[in-house]
């Protein structure tokens, strides 16, 4: 076994197999290798950490692996993350399609962080979800595409809603 190998396999059993080999190439500021084959990334990939102030149940996640099912709820890294107060129309809607198309166009590329809750509903966790130190939901509801569901927000995202998309979209029953 070559000397490589064996410190190689030696962090990665005393990381608990959290460490990984480096191999020669630059990363780009998101921490991915920029214009490499196979493109992957290093940094940011699914991050899950409890927070001190709060209970085990309760996290951050960061990925800049990101999918989108639709306007109110996003796939990071692996969990699906429903976005707390946010009331999206649904994808086999006309406004559901356009509001997932134009979540897709805002969240590629992009590292998205999420605050969760702790609370669950169906197979997704909730939590609010930013790209930087912008509130997803926010720019959802303020681009029209989504409505404050007051029932989960508490109104925190009322003054965004749009008068054209309060007129355009049906409001959840349980969100009212």
Known sequence: MSIKLFLCSLALTAAAASAVCAHSGGLNSKGCHAGSKPYHCHRAQQE?????????????????????????????GGPPV??????????????????????????????????????????????????????????????GHALDCARYSRGRY???????AQSRLGRAAYCK
């Open 48 to 76: 899950v950490t409890p927070t001190a102030a709060t209970p085990s149940n309760h996290a951050h996640i960061a990925s800049s692996r990101v999918s989108v099912r639709d306007v109110d709820t996003i796939v990071v």
């Open 158 to 164: 009322k003054h965004l809603e749009q008068p054209s």
């Open 82 to 143: 429903r976005l707390n107060g946010v009331d999206g129309p649904e994808v086999s809607t006309y406004a559901g399609k356009q509001a997932r198309e134009w979540m897709v166009s805002l969240l590629r590329g992009e590292t998205v962080i999420c605050k969760l809750n702790g609370e669950r509903t169906h197979d997704r966790m909730v939590g609010v979800c930013y790209i930087g130190q912008r509130d997803i939901g926010a720019l959802a509801i303020s681009a």
